[in-house]
């Protein structure tokens, strides 16, 4: 049987809040960013203002609706969803383009430092025309050396880069990225200016590579490494620096400097610090160890040493309801795990094989995370006896079967699920009846059928059918499905697929 390249690409760090307000001089809505800045309290047009604010805080994208590496700007939608990657037959790869999303706030609690008392300080700070310009901020950051008014302006500049486009452009033309980094490298200790600075990092690099390379390259790699060790105790910072990272590491010369700066060792300590506090944190930090991991087999092997696989699954353990943390999650050992026998043999130690199976149990109704863990499950049990003994005895086989039956038009569940199946079921004996009995073999029809446009689906389908109607109970299940009218329906458009390529 052959092994899965799973490879997962490039994905950045996707925060489980997004905040709006409702600006007090227009009906525009717009993304904010958080502080740790204690209330003022304000009146008039502010506290309408704040009104609007406290009313229009809310959920942000479900799992099920952001794809891995979505475009920035916003999560995606239903199609994207069920779209499935290209198959590339002659490398059997799922390529994934790099991609980036643009971070919004984490919801905190604590004495006055949480989201309603961010944005009504910033929103108080915009009204009355305080630190609402770029130049006048980069101005600030390159002559000023007075804690109170630098951190005033990191609050501002955060708060305009979110909101204005033009900002951004500006930050990125006149040496603002080089300023950026070097307020950070000379506030080190101050949590607040941390905080914002590495958030407009995140909201900056976004899917701008010059931009990035930039970062990378005025040290804002080292700056956000310093900021996660330097204010650990602050959990606001731990994410955004996270997040910064996460959509630094787009560019593989980033990636190199994390690794070479013990970056992997300080981002595992981070999610080991927080594993029962913020599930932020373990977001962000399983997005960053799978981008780090994505082709480098050093940090592969890194990650390992650093008992990074341990605390991926311990997180996965902790979060069992959280759909984004067995996302990022399974995304991480998607990644880890290709293409190193050591990865994958330490995750089935780890009872790893049994913590993917449960994820897909627990969030059936979740598209990515069912997409992930079947991946990453592909990675782990191909190839390695002893995962596949773990499988087999942890009811994967019947796990698979229902995703098939829930999601019989998405190709990338489909063509996992049917190269595991195909693996498990050749053996035969009591896992060809486990999976017989669970309706495989109808889910199998219905998975050929209706994924017919897609060749990996296709021809792995009609395979493993082949084989299981060998058996005279198994054609008796194929006809009582209607399996034979979806047959001549699924050859009608293979067959026309084939005339139109021809022609």
């Not at 489909?414 to 190269?419: L, N, P, S, W, Y």
């Amino acid at each position: 049987m052959e092994e899965y390249d799973a490879s997962g690409g490039i994905a950045v760090g996707v925060t489980s809040m997004e905040g709006r307000y409702v600006s007090s001089s227009s009906s525009t809505t717009t993304t904010t960013t958080t502080t740790t800045t204690t209330m003022q309290t304000s009146s008039g047009a502010s506290a309408a203002a704040a009104t609007a604010v406290a009313s229009s805080i809310m959920r942000g994208p479900d799992p099920d609706q952001t794809r891995t590496g979505s475009t920035a700007g916003g999560p995606g939608n239903a199609s994207a969803v069920t779209r499935s990657r290209h198959y590339v037959r002659n490398t059997g790869q799922w390529p994934d383009r790099p991609r980036s999303r643009s971070p919004s706030f984490t919801r905190r609690t604590g004495n006055g430092s949480g989201p309603l008392t961010s944005v009504m300080t910033q929103l108080r700070r915009v009204v009355n025309h305080e630190y609402n310009d770029i130049q006048t901020i980069l101005g600030i950051w390159n002559t000023s050396t007075n804690e109170s008014e630098v951190e005033k302006s990191a609050i501002g500049a955060a708060f305009l880069v979110a909101a204005d486009p033009r900002a951004r452009d500006q930050m990125k033309i006149v040496s603002g990225l080089e300023l950026l980094v070097g307020v950070m490298v000379r506030h080190e200790d101050n949590a607040v200016v941390q905080e914002n600075c590495c958030h407009m990092i995140s909201m900056l690099a976004g899917d701008d590579h010059h931009a990035q390379e930039k970062i990378g390259n005025y040290g804002g790699v080292d700056a956000a490494l310093r900021a996660i060790q330097t204010h650990i105790s602050v959990v606001v910072v731990q994410e955004r620096a996270l997040a910064a990272l996460c959509n630094l590491t787009l560019v593989e010369r980033n990636r190199l400097l994390i690794g070479n700066a013990r970056g992997i060792e300080i981002v595992i300590h981070s999610m080991q610090r927080y594993l029962r506090e913020a599930a932020g944190v373990q977001i962000e930090g399983c997005t960053l160890l799978a981008n780090l991991a994505f082709g480098s087999h050093v940090n592969k092997n890194a990650i390992r040493e650093c008992n990074g696989i341990e605390t991926i699954l311990q997180a996965m353990r902790e979060y069992t309801n959280d759909a984004m943390v067995q996302t990022r999650a399974c995304l991480a050992l998607r990644n880890i795990s290709w293409s190193s026998e050591e990865n994958r043999a330490r995750i089935g130690l780890r009872e790893g094989v049994q913590t993917l199976v449960l994820a897909m149990e627990a969030h059936c109704n979740s598209v990515t995370v069912l997409e992930q863990a079947s991946t990453a499950l592909c990675n782990i049990v191909l190839g390695d006896e002893q995962n596949q003994n773990h499988f087999d005895h942890c009811h994967g086989l019947e796990t698979l079967v229902r995703a098939m039956k829930l999601y019989p038009e998405d190709a990338v569940i489909q063509e996992r699920a049917i190269g595991l199946i195909y693996n498990r079921v050749l053996r035969g004996g009591t896992n060809l009846t486990t999976f017989c009995n669970a309706g495989g073999v109808e889910a199998l029809v219905d998975s050929v059928t209706a994924c017919v446009w897609h060749d990996g689906v296709l021809e792995k389908g009609t395979l493993a059918l082949r084989y299981l109607l060998t058996v005279e109970e198994n054609r008796v299940r194929v006809f009582r499905c209607g399996g034979i009218e979806k047959f001549v329906d699924a050859l009608y458009v293979v067959s026309r697929r084939i005339i139109g390529g021809a022609l």
